[in-house]
């Protein structure tokens, strides 16, 4: 599969989640309602429930009510010093989902919600969450896919012509790497809406989240001139009563081992 994103991308990545993590909670609306969604398609019970990508553990906190032992996951330490203020009972990891640090067949559920579009080839993790499954083992995970953000793309692009938004992985790709790694696949795709006042806004509700590394950095400065003409550009092709509307589409796969 070709890399949609840059290589030292990691490290941006792992920065900028650990930079959001104080306020992550009160910013992540729409990926409170993603992951609650996730959620209710999770096994009843398990015994050990991997949460990948966790961010400061609000889900995972959630989560133990279904597992006799949860871990929770992340890239980034800041988002793991938030969630080990959350909750002590969890078992906090510090780890790339690329090379889970965990033995194989040692857990039988694994969940994973608005993390695995920052991993890319995507393959790699699927094949890590296949190996640290038990035969039999679940996983529910979601993850962005392309047509995501695709307003604030649309209108950046009739300003400069240049692709400022990163593309996001295209859902058939991501069914087939999940296929080939092994499991058994059922997905399904929705969309969410966020609506914001201004431009501004809306690009402030995707940093507040530590998101931004979706923005491309050649994007440089956004001067109030280019940010008045993408704002005109939305108002006239999307903007509605609520507001300018912005989109996650939403991938969320049930895999069985
Ligand atoms: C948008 S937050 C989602 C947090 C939480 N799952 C939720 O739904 O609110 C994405 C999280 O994925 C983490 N992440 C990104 N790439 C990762 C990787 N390769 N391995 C583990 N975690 C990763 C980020 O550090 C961040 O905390």
């Known amino acids: 599969m070709q890399s949609l994103i840059e290589p030292d991308i990691k490290h941006s990545i792992a920065r900028q989640f650990s930079r959001a993590a104080a306020d992550y909670d009160k910013a992540a609306e729409v990926q409170r309602r993603i992951a609650d969604d996730a ?28 597992a006799n032992q949860v871990l929770g996951l992340d890239l980034a330490f800041g988002m793991l010093q938030a969630a080990q203020h959350n909750a002590q009972d969890v078992t906090w990891m510090q780890g790339d989902a690329d090379a889970l640090p965990l033995r194989s067949e040692s857990v039988d559920v694994v969940f994973s919600s608005m993390a695995l579009q920052w991993c890319d080839p995507l393959s ?9 499954l038990q035969p039999q083992g679940r996983a529910v995970l979601t993850l962005m896919v392309d047509g995501s953000f695709y307003q604030l793309n649309d209108c950046w692009q009739k300003v400069d012509k240049h692709q400022h938004v990163n593309r996001f992985a295209d859902p058939g790709k991501v069914i087939q790497a999940a296929t080939e790694a ?20 809306l690009l402030g509700s995707i940093k507040a989240i530590g998101a931004n590394v979706v923005i491309q950095r050649q994007s440089g400065y956004l001067g109030r001139h280019t940010l008045k003409n993408i ?27």
């Open 124 to 132: 790699l993790s699927l094949d890590e969450i296949y190996r640290v």
């Open 231 to 257: 704002e005109g550009q939305y108002l006239e092709h999307y903007g509605c009563e609520h507001g300018l509307p912005l989109t996650y589409r939403i991938l969320t796969l049930e895999l069985s081992k």
């Open 39 to 66: 959620v209710s398609r999770l096994p009843a019970s398990a015994n050990r429930l991997l949460d990948i990508g966790c961010g400061p553990g609000r889900i995972t906190v959630g989560l133990q009510g279904r």
């Open 182 to 201: 092994g499991f058994t696949v059922q997905s399904h795709q929705q969309d969410y809406l966020t609506y914001h006042a201004s431009v501004r806004q």
